[in-house]
């Protein structure tokens, strides 16, 4: 791959990293199938996985049919998806994100009967929204309607795939590794992932709306120039 093909790798592997937030997701998991037995929470695992990997697939594909038919500019996606990472981000921040999801997981397991089955969690809450949300799929569909080429399209597919793969390693040991890494821990890593993806989310916003009235930029990390 040449050194750009890298770095629009990279940056796709991380920005789907940040919101997948696999290690933010585990404590949830873990919670959602301790009642069940260890082939109870592969399967579980697994169907999370593929249910998600559809939705996120699909609408990377349909994407920008949809945005055709809906009449919506990449420039104003653009800044639209910036809008929603940086939501998104400051809640991993503040952890508003992570109570979100514990809210979500106590609520299922409040409606859980003793002396019946584990329900299966793998669609709702887990599938849809805690792995497929609103950013991953806003995301998925904004890099694959900027993708000039096939390689540049591949390379985000392959991005998103190993993160899929990579959650779906850490849901297989979720257990013992969220014990092993303490709430501590847990939480100071989701508050670093927020920052990055703060980070991120600006600089698309600044990107949609230097496009929509037709500014170029030049990253001083590129030109070396002083903006100081």
Excluded: C
Aim: glycine share 8%.
């Amino acid at each position: 791959m040449t050194p750009e093909q890298i770095s629009f790798f990279t940056a796709s592997f991380v920005t789907f990293f940040v919101l997948i937030d696999a290690i933010g997701v585990a404590p949830i998991f873990a919670t959602l199938t301790a009642g069940g037995d260890n082939a109870y929470r592969r399967r579980m695992a697994v169907k999370a996985t593929i249910v998600a990997s559809l939705i996120i697939f699909f609408f990377a594909f349909a994407g920008a049919w949809l945005m055709s038919a809906m009449h919506i500019s990449i420039a104003a996606f653009k800044a639209a998806g910036g809008i929603l990472l940086l939501l998104i981000a400051l809640e991993m921040v503040f952890e508003r994100r992570t109570e979100r999801r514990e809210h979500r997981a106590e609520g299922v397991l409040s409606d859980h009967k003793p002396d019946t089955p584990p329900d299966d969690i793998s669609v709702f809450p887990v599938g849809i929204p805690m792995i497929a949300g609103p950013g991953t799929i806003a995301t998925a569909m904004y890099y694959m309607a900027e993708a000039d080429t096939m390689t540049d399209r591949g390379l985000i597919l392959l991005a998103l795939a190993l993160n899929l793969v990579v959650l779906l390693g850490i849901f297989l040991v979720a257990g013992p590794l969220v014990r092993a890494m303490g709430p501590s821990v847990a939480g100071a890593l989701t508050r670093i992932l927020g920052v990055i993806l703060a980070a991120l989310s600006v600089q698309l916003i600044i990107n949609g709306i230097a496009e929509s009235f037709g500014l170029t930029l030049q990253h001083a990390w590129q030109n070396g120039a002083d903006y100081s």
